[in-house]
């Protein structure tokens, strides 16, 4: 039996008992009525952040000038070790930011890969996000390595035994991600570290769609290396820089490919020739931007306040209740779950399917101020990021949704689709 009745009531009651209620005023909501679903694609802005990033414009950059880098130079790490301590579950000097996910995921796979070169394959998963899916092509293609394809399901995520299947002694890395893009199913990462230590292969995690809302045990369930971005349920904004973790007893066997001076010993010794730090830091390549970078510590300030444990209860709350109301009210418009039953093997967003999901998407976007995403084939995704998302919001949105199915307006829309979807 559901532990919810269906009414607006219920998740009005659930608004009031709300531990993290407060949260969703140090967001700024420019449209009051907009219903915004897609915090895993981009999380909001909070509201400290204009003048924080602004301060860091007119003291750090106009008045500092060049003087400003004695401090930003720590930035990176600092926030590295933020991360790590609050959102990430690893140790001080693990974590640090650099890059973008996708260029952090080719300099640690070509660095596990260099690791072990007795070892001529790598793996992937076949419905991960693409940009690692290429990445892992690339890398193959480059290094004349075999790529094995693991195919999980793509609504029930990984099957930890179709892993197994692909794992032997020719494995050196195994690229993953924590929680699915599509269907938000989460893996079991204790059990996928172990099974490829067993093998002799590290793993590779991308944490994109976890961090900041699913708690992330690195140390605890022993991961080796991971990636991940700042811009969904870290609030750091577009484009903000990604992280990069790397266990401690790794770093100093690792080298990655980019020969950058941020990852050089004594880096204004400007010596002749390239000779990596042995911190976590060998793992930058050059000057980080400072302003996206600024923009990520109001957001972090507010995740630490928070407390991934409680936006983890309260974004699985949200998350049971899309998926109940979903069953009431949209079910019988031809939907259906496209993420896993369970909520504990489901990340913070829900998907749903439906033959017109792209037109429904466009529609809601348009005409029922209801903003979440469409996903390849025919899925529409909810995201309900818990720091800012009421109970009603997602009740609200799931009505809309109901409301204009029945209306049949997304009908007079295109097909085609938009080149941002
Ligand atoms: C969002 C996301 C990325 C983004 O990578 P960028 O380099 O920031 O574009 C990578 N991997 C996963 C799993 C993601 O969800």
């Given at each position: 039996m559901?532990?919810?009745?269906?009414?607006?009531?219920?998740?009005?009651?659930?608004?009031?008992?709300?531990?993290?209620?407060f949260l969703r005023d140090r967001f700024v909501h420019a449209e009051p009525d907009l219903l915004y679903l897609d915090g895993n694609s981009l999380g909001r802005l909070p509201a400290d952040t204009p003048e924080f990033v602004a301060d860091v414009i007119?003291?750090?950059w106009?008045?500092?000038?060049?003087?400003?880098?004695?401090d930003w130079i720590d930035w990176n790490r600092q926030i590295g070790d933020r991360l790590a301590e609050h959102v990430l579950g690893a140790r001080p000097g693990e974590v640090v930011l650099s890059d973008?996910?996708?260029?952090?995921?080719?300099?640690?796979?070509?660095?596990?890969?260099?690791?072990?070169?007795?070892?001529?394959?790598?793996?992937?998963?076949a419905d991960d996000f693409p940009t690692n899916r290429y990445v892992a092509q690339g890398l193959a293609r480059q290094r004349g390595l075999d790529l094995r394809v693991v195919h999980s399901d793509m609504d029930r995520g990984l099957d930890v035994e179709s892993l197994r299947a692909v794992l032997d002694d020719q494995v050196a890395l195994v690229v993953l991600s924590h929680v699915a893009y599509r269907s938000g199913a989460l893996a079991d990462m204790a059990a996928v570290n172990a099974l490829a230590r067993e093998a002799g292969a590290l793993v590779l995690w991308d944490l994109s769609h976890a961090a900041g809302t699913v708690p992330v045990r690195l140390t605890e369930d022993g991961a080796d290396l991971a990636v991940g971005c700042t811009y969904k349920y870290l609030n750091g904004g577009p484009g903000s820089p990604a992280f990069l973790y790397v266990r401690r007893s790794?770093?100093?066997?690792?080298?990655?490919p980019i020969q950058g001076w941020f990852g050089q010993r004594d880096q204004f010794a400007m010596a002749p020739g390239f000779d990596?730090?042995?911190?976590?830091?060998?793992?930058?390549?050059?000057?980080?931007?400072?302003l996206s970078t600024a923009a990520l510590v109001p957001a972090l300030a507010l995740v630490e306040e928070a407390g991934v444990d409680r936006l983890r209860a309260k974004g699985r709350l949200l998350g049971?209740?899309?998926?109940?109301?979903?069953?009431?009210?949209?079910?019988?418009?031809?939907?259906?779950?496209?993420?896993?039953?369970?909520?504990?093997?489901?990340?913070?967003?829900?998907?749903?399917?439906?033959?017109?999901?792209?037109?429904?998407?466009?529609?809601?976007?348009?005409?029922?101020?209801?903003?979440?995403?469409?996903?390849?084939?025919?899925?529409?995704?909810?995201?309900?990021?818990?720091a800012y998302t009421r109970f009603t919001d997602v009740w609200d949105a799931l009505e809309r949704t109901g409301r204009l199915v029945e209306s049949g307006r997304h009908t007079r829309l295109p097909r085609a689709k938009a080149r941002i979807t």
């Open positions: 559901s532990r919810f009745d269906g009414t607006r009531e219920e998740a009005e009651r659930h608004d009031r008992a709300d531990p993290l209620g007119r003291g750090g106009g008045r500092g000038l060049i003087r400003s880098w004695n973008s996910t996708t260029v952090n995921l080719y300099k640690l796979a070509w660095a596990a890969l260099d690791h072990a070169p007795g070892r001529r394959a790598l793996v992937v998963d790794l770093q100093r066997r690792l080298r990655q990596p730090v042995d911190t976590v830091d060998r793992f930058l390549t050059g000057t980080p931007p400072m049971e209740l899309a998926v109940d109301l979903a069953a009431r009210r949209l079910a019988p418009l031809g939907f259906r779950l496209a993420s896993p039953e369970d909520p504990d093997r489901r990340g913070s967003h829900v998907t749903l399917w439906h033959p017109d999901a792209w037109r429904i998407c466009r529609a809601l976007a348009d005409e029922a101020g209801v903003v979440c995403d469409y996903r390849e084939p025919d899925r529409l995704r909810i995201g309900p990021s818990p």
